[in-house]
C-alpha cells in the first residue's frame, strides 16, 4: 500500500482559512494566570492571541471589560472563587 502523496502548498493554505477561529479564554484561565507570578501574567497577557493572530488578550480585555464579571462554569467555581 503506498502513501497518500504529500499536500500542495495551496491545499495547506486552503485548510487553514477553514480552520474556525479560536475563542477568547475564558475569565477563569485569565484568573488562573492572575494566580502566577505578576511576571507570568503579564506574559499571558501580552503573549497571548485571539485566533486572528494580532488582538491579544490584553487588549481583548481592554475593549470587552465586562467579561471579567462572567461567573466561571459551575464545575470551576470554587476553584476561582465565583
Do not use: C, W
Not at 485566533?51 to 470587552?64: F, M, P, Q, S, V
Amino acid at each position: 500500500m503506498s502513501s497518500p502523496p504529500p499536500r500542495s502548498a495551496p491545499a495547506k493554505a486552503a485548510r487553514r482559512l477553514t480552520r474556525p477561529p479560536l475563542l477568547p479564554p475564558h475569565p477563569a484561565s485569565v484568573l488562573s494566570a492572575r494566580s502566577l507570578s505578576d511576571e507570568a501574567h503579564a506574559s499571558f497577557l501580552d503573549q497571548t492571541f485571539l485566533g486572528d493572530r494580532t488582538t491579544t488578550i490584553r487588549e481583548h480585555l481592554a475593549r470587552n471589560p465586562g467579561l471579567m464579571d462572567e461567573e466561571p462554569p459551575e464545575h470551576l467555581r470554587v476553584r476561582y472563587g465565583g
